[in-house]
């Protein structure tokens, strides 16, 4: 199994409780798709270095896990289309 590492940013405009939601939903997708998560951590909202699509901060996290391509690629999937998530980066350790 490779390792990787998930950076996520989600939406500041939600409720806390909706922020936290869509992290374990993200994270819950990984397991469910075979991933072994080894630490996920949650960095705070931070100031962007630009606005993405009219926002100026984020919610950041960051997941460390050991995956096949599988759970990668449907991460990666879900991530792109959901509305909650304005980037994430994907990067293999």
């Not at 994270?27 to 991933?35: C, H, Q, T, W």
């Not at 984020?58 to 460390?64: K, R, S, T």
């Amino acid at each position: 199994m490779k390792k990787y590492e998930i950076s996520f940013i989600v939406r500041p405009d939600l409720e806390k409780d909706a922020v936290e939601k869509v992290a374990k939903e993200l994270e819950k997708l990984l397991v469910d798709n075979g991933a072994n998560i080894l630490s996920s951590k949650e960095m705070g909202q931070k100031e962007l270095a630009y606005t993405i699509k009219g926002h100026k901060t984020g919610f950041y996290y960051l997941i460390n896990i050991e995956s096949e391509n599988k759970a990668i690629d449907e991460f990666n999937r879900i991530a792109t289309i959901n509305e909650n998530i304005l980037r994430h980066i994907i990067i293999k350790l």
